[in-house]
């Protein structure tokens, strides 16, 4: 499975421009679909690490391929071992954010104002998800 790190990159692109097609009113058929679309990485990520070879090592599921040939841009993915657990890392935390997005009503979305930890531009995401809902 060459394009493995590709699906993984791709699928919730994917995935959230299906949900653009639904209409706005099938609000259940929306929010069960971003939760079922988010779990896909992480089965994704899951079978990467135990698929790819400690024995190995280097690089692996490498993807090399022309983009944009005129201007020499190609598309060129792969992982080695210290990628694997932050790609799963990150596949998991998006499974578990999802849920929580979904059953989190509007008014609770309203995020308080910055307490100097963090920026409000760390917290666009989490006001555009609320915004679609």
Known sequence: MDNLLTFITFIPL???????????????????????????????????????????????FEVLAEWIPAINVNYHVGVDGLSIPLIFLTALLASKIAPACVTMSRSEAILPPSTGIASSSDFVGVLAISHVY
């Not at 971003?34 to 690490?49: D, E, Q």
């Open 14 to 60: 994917l995935g959230a421009l299906l949900i653009l097609l639904i209409p706005k009113d099938d609000e259940r058929t929306i929010k069960n679909l971003a939760v079922g679309i988010s779990f896909v990485p992480l089965l994704l990520a899951i079978y990467l690490w135990f698929a790819y070879s400690k024995v190995q090592g280097g690089y692996q």
